[in-house]
Nanobody, 126 residues
Framework: QVQLVESGGGLVQAGGSLRLSCAASARTFSPYTMGWFRQAPGKEREFVGGINWSSSRTDYADSVKGRFTISRDNAKNTVYLQMNSLKPEDTAVYYC???????????????????WGQGTQVTVSS
């Protein structure tokens, strides 16, 4: 079992930046892909991006390509989501999620991720 804790959310003006962190912990070691998802009020949860265990592969939603960057530090069991040029439409609760079944790939569907964090709010003002 993997426990995930997000941090770094907050309020930022449009055009600004935030960096989210997701710290993972587990009783036994297991490599995992980490995905980031977000859910805005009244909308379905959507894939933002993901990174595989070795950092050899990343994938991003079209809406965030060129603005968001995912990285990871496996020594610290932490994955980061650097968000630049934020827009009001980026406002949502952001979740990190771990996929331990396919650590070489980047899944894009929420049901492919077994473990989820509690979420952190990101609000972008116009």
């Amino acid at each position: 079992q993997v426990q995930l804790v997000e941090s770094g959310g907050g309020l930022v003006q449009a055009g600004g930046s935030l960096r989210l962190s997701c710290a993972a912990s587990a009783r036994t070691f297991s490599p995992y892909t980490m995905g980031w998802f977000r859910q805005a009020p009244g909308k379905e949860r959507e894939f933002v991006g993901g990174i595989n265990w070795s950092s050899s592969r990343t994938d991003y939603a079209d809406s965030v390509k060129g603005r968001f960057t995912i990285s990871r530090d496996n020594a610290k069991n932490t994955v980061y989501l650097q968000m630049n040029s934020l827009k009001p439409e980026d406002t949502a609760v952001y979740y990190c999620a771990a996929d331990t079944l396919r650590p070489w790939a980047v899944a894009t569907l929420s049901h492919e991720y077994r473990y989820w964090g509690q979420g952190t709010q990101v609000t972008v003002s116009s």
